[in-house]
């Protein structure tokens, strides 16, 4: 367990996380305990241990985070509960991200995806940081899935304080002016405001929007009772702050698997130049159906999701004790699915080190596959986050080409796992001609 308090934080944080559970699993198997950020943890490495905690028996443990990142995002937020009021919040942002729902965005995510694109190749002779451009992405169609069509100035201002708030979430909570968590806590107060602003304005207009603001913003209860304007905030920047980060580090990984296997990136694009060509070469938008039609580009962001784990772990906390084969985890403790270990187990998917696609044409073993995890808290915004991927690759594929610069090796995790230094990247359009000196 380590030392007292500290515990096993300072070999966790100072390795690769990846070394630590599984040397911990190799040693004490599937379930083991260890002591992280002054907390006794249970470790589950196994997905009938996974879906005891997240599905069957739920409502023994609870969501469990950090005071300070509650504090970033705010009390009211979803995924911070469970029971009556999780079960009405999760649903009104299900119904604003379903397939019914997210179809109709896909023009404008085609245009947010383009105009990237087009940025990125029009700065051909200069080095970008992919990651860092996935995030500008991601954040913009989470605010079109949020509010529809938001006018430019309010979407400015949410950006610049909404990366304030992103820099000090995973900084040292210390309250002192001038550190990156007193930045973020002052922004996080302005966002409050610009919502604010925006919320009155639809009011005043009276539209009826069927966007998550809308939702949020039509919902009553059985007693008649509205959300308050806090509750509303507060799940607005949960799913601004689901939907960044974890998409964005998806997005890049996709790009890097693709890069370092030429002969799945001409597979990938023959299946998307037939959809081109069909298309009238690309003159009209992609449609529902389309994205449909895309069966080894869809495995390979399945594949990318399985490989690069963005969620490795999740926190819940045992609110009694609980029993599970023979074990006892005491109330109070933290209990860590470990998601990454079950993805990278050679018994349920062979070679599971190698990025192979095909694996993806049989449906894998129940519980093996939880990238977007599993029970009444998975994300909710799942198949956005998928429906991103095919179209942001379907553009690029058909129009530009790109070229990893630099070291092709490497992990950082800060504190989703990305390429190494966001993987530095040079982008053309398809018509020019590529750089000689990579």
């Not at 899935?145 to 000090?168: A, C, W």
Request: aromatic share 12%; glycine share 6%; proline share 6%.
């Amino acid at each position: 367990m380590g030392w007292p308090y500290i515990g096993e934080t300072l070999q966790l944080y100072s390795q690769d996380p990846n070394i630590f559970f599984l040397t911990k699993q190799k040693r004490y198997g599937e379930i083991f305990k260890t002591h992280i950020l002054g907390c006794p943890c249970v470790m589950l490495a196994s997905p009938e241990a996974a879906k005891f905690v997240l599905v069957t028996q739920s409502h023994l443990f609870k969501p469990t985070y950090p005071k300070s990142k509650e504090k970033m995002i705010g009390p009211y937020a979803l995924f911070f509960h469970q029971g009556e009021y999780h079960t009405r919040l999760r649903k009104l942002v299900q119904n604003s991200l379903s397939p019914e729902t997210i179809r109709k965005l896909i023009p404008d995510i085609e245009d947010l995806a383009v105009s990237a694109l087009e940025s990125w190749a029009a700065a051909s002779e200069q080095v970008i940081n992919t990651y860092y451009e996935m995030k500008k992405f991601s954040f913009d169609v989470g605010i079109l899935s949020i509010f529809g069509h938001l006018d430019r100035v309010y979407r400015d201002k949410l950006k610049e304080n909404y990366q304030i708030v992103d820099k000090g979430y995973n900084s040292f909570p210390t309250n002192i002016p001038g550190t990156a968590y007193h930045k973020a806590l002052q922004a996080r107060k302005r966002l409050n405001q610009i919502l604010s602003e925006i919320i009155c304005e639809r009011k005043e207009k009276k539209l009826v929007e069927k966007d998550l603001l809308g939702h949020l913003l039509n919902f009553k209860d059985e007693k008649g009772e509205t959300l308050t304007q806090e509750q509303i905030a507060d799940n607005i920047i949960g799913v601004l702050f689901a939907a960044q980060d974890t998409t964005a580090s998806i997005l890049t990984w996709i790009l890097k698997f693709l890069h370092d296997d030429p002969k799945l990136l001409e597979a990938v694009k023959a299946e998307q130049m037939a959809i081109y060509q069909a298309n009238d070469e690309g003159r009209r938008p992609l449609t529902w159906a389309h994205t449909r039609n895309m069966p080894l580009t869809y495995r390979v962001v399945l594949e990318s999701l399985r490989m690069a784990s963005i969620i490795s772990f999740t926190f819940r906390e045992a609110v009694v004790d609980v029993e599970y084969k023979g074990y006892l985890i005491p109330k109070g403790w933290k209990v860590m699915p470990l998601f990454r270990n079950i993805h990278h187990n050679p018994e349920f998917f062979a070679d599971p080190h190698d990025f192979d696609p095909s694996r993806f044409e049989v449906a894998p073993k129940p519980n093996t596959f939880m990238p977007f995890g599993n029970g009444v808290h998975s994300c909710p915004g799942n198949e956005l986050a998928k429906l991103e991927a095919l179209i942001l690759m379907h553009h690029l594929i058909t129009k530009f080409r790109w070229e990893v610069v630099g070291s092709q090796s490497g992990i950082q995790y800060g504190p989703f796992p990305v390429p190494q230094q966001g993987l530095p990247a040079r982008f053309w359009k398809e018509s020019s001609t590529p750089f000689q000196d990579m």
